[in-house]
């Protein structure tokens, strides 16, 4: 019979290794120039893994293109941070959920197979609801926030958060 401490730190071994595999996978890098980050994946290249609850950093001259599980893109520009917070997707009814949280920097997203309502856009300022097909957002420190433009259809601002110029 095996020792019982060592069983115990077998299993706990296995066990912290676990979270970064088990992470749901929701996508790919389709292209990264020439270096982004991710808190699940690493250093992203070509055909990296997404993971939910992903958080993408790019550096000063940094750009990825994300695809999505339902054909959503999301392009990601230089000095930039976004989180993959929720994917929720069911391809035999083309509907689910998906929730981006993008603090700073360029965005350029395009809806995918799912109804554009099902897709929301956190900035620290307001809360984007998608109602079109392509969304371009720009979040410059220290307090702006806008939207350069959408095509195909319109955003939705849900929530605004109060800021203070100083």
């Known amino acids: 019979m095996r020792n019982p401490s060592t069983v115990l730190a077998i299993v706990l071994v296995a066990c912290t290794t676990l979270p970064a595999y088990a992470q749901q996978k929701i ?23 997404l993971h939910a609850a992903e958080t993408i950093n790019t550096g000063a001259t940094g750009q990825a ?7 959503t893109t999301l392009s990601v520009g230089p000095m930039s941070t976004v989180r993959l917070d929720k994917f929720v997707y069911d391809p035999n ?9 993008v603090t700073r920097g360029a965005y350029r997203f395009v809806t995918g ?13 307001a809360t984007l609801g998608v109602r079109g097909t392509i969304l371009e957002v720009v ?11 959408t095509r195909y259809g319109a955003a939705d601002i849900q929530a605004v958060r109060a800021f203070t110029r100083f």
Request: hydrophobic share 30%; no cysteine; aromatic share 4%.
């Open 139 to 149: 979040i410059q420190e220290p307090v702006r926030a806008r939207t350069r433009g």
């Open 27 to 49: 996508g790919k890098a389709t292209s990264v120039k020439p270096q982004a980050q991710g808190s699940v994946a690493g250093e992203l290249a070509p055909d990296s893994d």
């Open 113 to 125: 197979v799912q109804d554009s309502r099902s897709y929301t856009i956190k900035t620290p300022y």
């Open 65 to 71: 293109n994300l695809q999505f599980l339902d054909s």
């Open 93 to 101: 009814k083309a509907r689910g959920t998906v929730v981006v949280n």
